[in-house]
């Protein structure tokens, strides 16, 4: 568990996801950040799919008040 609490405490240092990208970046070059799916979908993906997905991002993510 070491490992463990060791990875958890050093994510846990930085303030922002920003700038974890940027210190995991700096470490290794070749990793590049992607944008999550439902912010911005890819432009290579094809118009019929780039629908079906925020479609079901939207649905997907209504607020439940039945729980309050």
């Known amino acids: 568990m070491l490992v463990w609490d060791f990875v958890k405490s050093?994510?846990?240092s930085?303030?922002?996801t920003a700038e974890l990208i940027d210190a995991v970046h700096?470490?290794?070059p070749s990793?590049?950040?992607q944008e999550p799916l439902h912010e911005g979908i890819p432009q290579e993906v094809?118009?019929?799919l780039r629908?079906?997905?925020k479609n079901?991002?939207?649905t997907a993510t209504k607020p439940d008040?039945?729980?309050d």
């Open 65 to 67: 008040v039945r729980h």
């Open 46 to 48: 094809p118009d019929r």
């Open 56 to 58: 079901a991002w939207e």
């Open 26 to 28: 700096e470490i290794d």
């Open 31 to 33: 990793v590049v950040h």
């Open 51 to 53: 629908e079906d997905v």
């Open 10 to 12: 050093t994510i846990a």
């Open 14 to 16: 930085y303030k922002t």
